[in-house]
């Protein structure tokens, strides 16, 4: 078991490696120049580049990085003057996830029982109108109900704060807007999924043996839906932990959404770097911590990781 | 027991659910940006320069009527040709801890800073005396035109004759305590590190990216200043999240330029300042070389680029791509110093001309001995907006059907946008230039010298370089206003750059609320608002 462990995080580290490597250069390629300002002096300019290294061949700022990274220093960012790359993520990404979790849980909540519902009122109006939902979720882009929802609950109504962060209704729209995507998925998945299962034989045998409709739904139905919904929930963690650049925008959230897309913006090369870094290193270890998991839970999988995948 | 609970969890809901209500008189405002930093050295962006104008004193300062007054300075002497000026300073003043002194060693030591060449800073200029070449490393600091000539007396030689108007600079003329900010090192100016204030106000909390809270200075020399308690200033918020939280009742003031933002918060009861300020030239920036040696030969003959100013229907564009622009008729806008020293200039007319441009088309093309056919397709860059691109299509648009030329739409992202500007690789590029005070020769007009020492615009002018020249050396802002004159309506009668529209911002406030001012730069001064 040790060696399949080993074995998975070597090809971890390999990846962020990977991964690290190639955004450097694909980085370099982005046409443009960080430090081209109409308020600043050219003199200047040339100075910054000089100060972060910018005027050195890209071979040697690649090796710096690299030496810099092993250090765990992901350099300091080139427009937030002041303010290392760490610190942004390490400030950034508690509200990001805070936001992302809070919306997840009940977004998987409301999913997972609108698609009970409409598994068990198949192809009646309960199914069409909870569909309907559903694809609503889907259709309507954050950047339309966002603002919708600040102005009928922030605006008119004055029930929630328009924008911010910090209190608990502050959260409750930006957390609907985020979520609202993942209730439609979630309500179409547990659907399907507990249609595939109330056909099964073991479902007739329970009702066979007297158990009534709810008993049969919830320790039959529900229970063997959920396999396939909890497997799908991975990717879909790391995802929304990361922040969403529209919501957290449109809701003022000091998260790290809007640094993904403004650092790319500004060629601000550490900080692309270290969100990337990040969000990938978050990825791999996620994957990395299932594979464990498999691992432990079948001893088919560490075997075959022991025999060279034979 | 459960119904307890409950009810407990009901009450905290409802508690949370109301809207905090901003106690004493505080002032809330939104800016569209978060500072970034608030290192005078380094910051330039609005959020950043409304901060730094309520915290950092500087040597002078702008009071409601827009007159300089003192400021950490008790009085100056100017040479003869104001190119010399030295600053008694007030004995006595502190920063916001009420202890640290202020001395000239600290105004000389913000100068030193800000022109360390090992330390580059943003705002970084080279208006003293060989400042450049100490910043090129062909001069020592010795050499620089600042010397401190006692504890509380500091003196500043310009390279050319200097206004009040320049001492309301932070970067240069706010004092900065030197033990503080090496401390700091840095992360000086972060908000891990905030810069000690000497203005009515003092930072007292900045959640990067969500707010920044100012309070009273506790220590600064007129309590009387400061009659707001408190500034909330929210950050990131777009125009359209500011009106959503303006009429949510969250925000006390705002500027807005978009006309139908504007009247929903008329509509909605709010009051809008009679007088608009520009903070921009908008437009397109035009360089005399061209991207290539193809458009240079056409964009370097005046009349050419006349052709195309006077083709342009600013008012068709300012209604319809342009909303919240006003349609220029010269480079400075109304309420600038510059404006109103030549107020009756009008060099072109906001409609097109239709004929008066293929007048000047034609003299182009006989000037050059081209016919039209040769004239290449001339690139319109621009960032890659929805706005831009849709502004550009209609300049596209009243260009071809106006004066037969055919042009292309380049859009790109920022950086490569800026890049190639600077480098010298466009055609016209549209862009915003800042509006500055007293005129545009130093924020604008400098790079379109012929030894400005970038590419950026392109020209060989001398007639322009001689009246560029006469208006900076001035020894008076009268003179200097005099002479700008000159050198403006040379400009626009050249068409040296196609300026399309002022862009017209308003101040909005809730109704009841007065005592709000505008410093120069359009940057807003709330230490003395009511409610």
């Known amino acids: 078991m040790g060696r399949y462990v080993l074995n998975k995080v070597l090809i971890a580290i390999a990846t962020i490696f990977v991964l690290a490597t190639a955004t450097f250069f694909l980085m370099k390629l982005i046409p443009g120049d960080p430090f081209a300002s109409l308020k600043t002096k050219a003199a200047v300019q040339e100075k910054q580049r000089e100060y972060y290294g910018l005027d050195q061949p890209v071979a040697v700022q690649f090796f710096r990085y690299m030496g810099n990274l092993l250090r765990g220093d992901l350099g300091w960012s080139m427009k937030k003057a002041g303010r290392s790359v760490v610190d942004i993520i390490r400030e950034g990404f508690p509200v990001s996830a805070r936001l992302g979790l809070t919306s997840l849980f009940f977004s998987v909540l409301i999913g997972l029982l609108f698609g009970i519902l409409c598994a068990q009122f198949r192809n009646r109006w309960p199914d069409y109108l909870l569909l309907l939902v559903a694809v609503l979720g889907i259709a309507l882009p954050s950047m339309v109900l966002g603002p919708l929802m600040r102005y009928f609950f922030g605006v008119r109504l004055k029930w929630l704060p328009v924008v911010g962060w910090g209190t608990a209704d502050k959260m409750i729209m930006p957390a609907i807007v985020l979520g609202l995507g993942t209730v439609a998925g979630e309500t179409r998945a547990m659907r399907a999924s507990m249609l595939g299962v109330m056909t099964q034989d073991y479902i007739t045998t329970a009702r066979a043996k007297g158990l009534n409709g709810a008993q049969v739904v919830l320790r039959h139905e529900v229970k063997n839906s959920l396999v396939p919904i909890v497997t799908g929930l991975g990717p879909g963690i790391a995802g929304i932990m990361m922040g969403s650049f529209v919501v957290e925008s449109m809701f003022l959230i000091p998260g790290l959404g809007r640094y993904f897309v403004d650092s790319i913006t500004n060629l601000d090369y550490p900080l692309i770097m270290g969100l990337t870094i990040f969000y990938g290193a978050f990825l791999v270890t996620m994957n990395l911590l299932v594979d464990v998991a498999y691992g432990f839970l079948d001893p088919r999988i560490r075997e075959s990781g022991k025999k060279g995948g034979k | ?531």
């Open chain 2, 1 to 531: 027991m459960k119904k307890l609970i409950a009810l407990v969890l009901c009450c905290a809901l409802c508690v949370s659910l109301v809207p905090a209500m901003a106690e004493g008189n505080v002032v809330r405002i939104a800016f569209g940006y978060d500072p970034n930093t608030l290192d005078y050295a380094m910051s330039n962006l609005d959020t950043a320069n409304f901060i730094t104008a309520h915290i950092a004193e500087t040597l002078l300062t702008q009071d409601a009527s827009g007159a300089y007054a003192p400021g950490v300075a008790e009085s100056f002497e100017k040479s003869e040709d104001a190119r010399v000026w030295t600053f008694k300073i007030k004995e006595g003043l502190t920063y916001q801890d009420g202890e640290t002194p202020i001395t000239a060693e600290d105004l000389f030591y913000a100068a030193k800073r800000l022109l360390n060449p090992d330390d580059p800073k943003d705002n970084a200029s080279f208006s003293l005396v060989n400042s450049e070449e100490y910043y090129n490393g062909e001069a020592a600091f010795e050499d620089v035109g600042v010397k401190k000539i006692d504890e509380y007396t500091i003196e500043y030689t310009f390279i050319n004759p200097t206004y009040e108007s320049t001492f309301v600079t932070a970067s240069l003329f706010a004092p900065l305590e030197q033990a503080y900010v090496e401390e700091g090192g840095e992360i000086y100016g972060s908000s891990s590190f905030l810069p000690l204030a000497n203005g009515p106000y003092m930072v007292e909390e900045w959640l990067d990216d969500a707010s920044v809270t100012l309070v009273r200075n506790p220590a600064y020399r007129d309590p009387e200043t400061a009659k707001v308690d408190a500034i909330e200033i929210t950050l990131n918020a777009s125009a359209d999240v500011t009106v959503d939280m303006m009429l949510a009742g969250e925000l006390d003031i705002a500027t807005m330029q978009n006309p139908l933002q504007l009247q929903t918060l008329v509509d909605a009861g709010f009051v809008k300042s009679e007088e608009s300020f520009s903070s921009t030239y908008q437009g397109l920036n035009l360089r005399a070389g061209g991207r290539n040696e193809e458009t240079g030969r056409f964009l370097s003959n005046a009349n050419f680029r006349k052709a195309i100013n006077t083709a342009l229907d600013r008012e068709a564009l300012a209604a319809s791509v342009m909303t919240g622009y006003t349609p220029t008729w010269r480079l400075s806008s109304p309420g600038e110093p510059a404006y109103n020293a030549n107020p009756d200039y009008r060099a072109w007319d906001t409609t097109a001309n239709v004929d008066l441009a293929n007048q000047y088309l034609n003299a182009a093309l006989e000037e050059l001995g081209a016919a039209k056919e040769d004239i290449p397709v001339i690139q319109l860059m621009c960032y890659e907006s929805q706005g831009a691109i849709d502004a550009l299509a209609a300049i596209q648009d009243q260009l071809r059907v106006n004066l037969g030329l055919e042009t292309e739409i380049a859009p790109c992202t920022i950086q490569v946008m800026i890049s190639n500007a600077m480098s010298g690789n466009y055609d016209l590029w549209w862009g915003g230039n800042e509006v500055s005070v007293p005129d545009a020769c130093e924020s604008y007009l400098d790079g379109f010298r012929s030894n400005s020492g970038t590419p950026l615009r392109g020209y060989a002018d001398a007639e322009f370089d001689a009246l560029f020249e006469a208006a900076v050396s001035s020894a008076t802002l009268d003179e200097r206003l005099a002479n700008y004159a000159k050198l403006e309506e040379y400009f626009c009668e050249n068409a040296m750059c196609i300026i399309l529209g002022w862009d017209a911002h308003y101040v909005v406030t809730v109704e009841g609320a007065s005592g709000y001012y505008l410093m120069n730069g359009g940057r807003l001064n709330v230490s003395g608002m009511t409610k």
